[in-house]
């Protein structure tokens, strides 16, 4: 059964600093991996999703890559912002599903 | 927005009730798969809808259940509800069964059972 890990919980920083989010799952034969960004109480909003034959997505201030060997996926956010608080998810593909980690909810700091 | 729409957005149960959550795919989706999140946890998955097939499910038990309509709609079910199935129950809808395409998500519904 796959499962996925997401380190740390939590992270407050102040607003400017680049920071990273990891991620590391058990069943590299993933085919692909997503991450997303939940704010509260709301639903899941995709950020970026990197295939298997990739190693890394680019979208503005956020970078993903994928190591499937190693079993670990980081999300970079560039020159953090308030507006980026929330919670990011990363999620690995099973055969018709997402697998899950437990999220790291970030604070940006004015 | 993702073009995915939840109904309700909020429901409050007492527990041994039923209840049906509906959900529409975003246009020229023919997948709907549907999650489980409790509080501080990731979404758990629940079950998928292909073509108005079950097409896959995960470790709930039968009392769920779900329907998708030939527009590709979808509902989901719980029958004898248990108060920890209090959650935010999200669907997903996709172009594709297997999870390889982008899932799209809806803003979910909190349902709290009493």
């Known amino acids: 059964k796959q499962e996925v890990t997401q380190i740390p919980a939590a992270l407050s920083v102040p607003e400017g600093e680049n920071l990273v989010l990891n991620c590391s799952f058990t069943?590299?034969?993933?085919?692909?991996l997503q991450w997303f960004r939940q704010d509260p109480g709301k639903g899941l909003t995709s950020l970026l999703l990197?295939?298997?034959?990739?190693r890394e997505q680019t979208s503005g201030r956020l970078n993903a890559s994928l190591d499937k060997s190693s079993g670990r996926s980081t999300l970079y956010i560039a020159a953090s912002q308030p507006g980026d608080s929330a919670t990011y998810l990363c999620?690995?593909?099973?055969?018709?599903?997402?697998?899950f980690g437990t999220g790291t909810r970030l604070t940006v700091i004015p | 927005e993702t073009g995915v729409t939840q109904s309700p957005t909020h429901l409050i149960k007492t527990r041994g009730q039923q209840v049906t959550l509906r959900c529409s795919s975003q246009s020229g989706h023919n997948t709907v798969s549907w999650y489980q999140q409790a509080l501080g946890q990731g979404p758990q998955f629940i079950f998928q809808y292909y073509r108005e097939e079950e097409n896959g499910r995960g470790n709930f038990p039968p009392r769920f259940s779900g329907l998708q309509f030939p527009n590709y709609s979808s509902e989901l079910n719980v029958n004898a509800l248990e108060l920890d199935d209090s959650a935010l129950y999200l669907c997903?809808?996709?172009?594709?069964?297997?999870?390889?395409?982008?899932?799209?998500f809806g803003p979910g519904t909190r349902l709290l059972v009493l």
């Open positions: 990197i295939q298997s034959s990739q």
């Open positions: 997903a809808s996709s172009s594709r069964s297997n999870s390889r395409e982008t899932q799209y």
């Open positions: 069943d590299s034969a993933i085919y692909n």
């Open positions: 999620a690995g593909t099973g055969a018709n599903n997402l697998f």
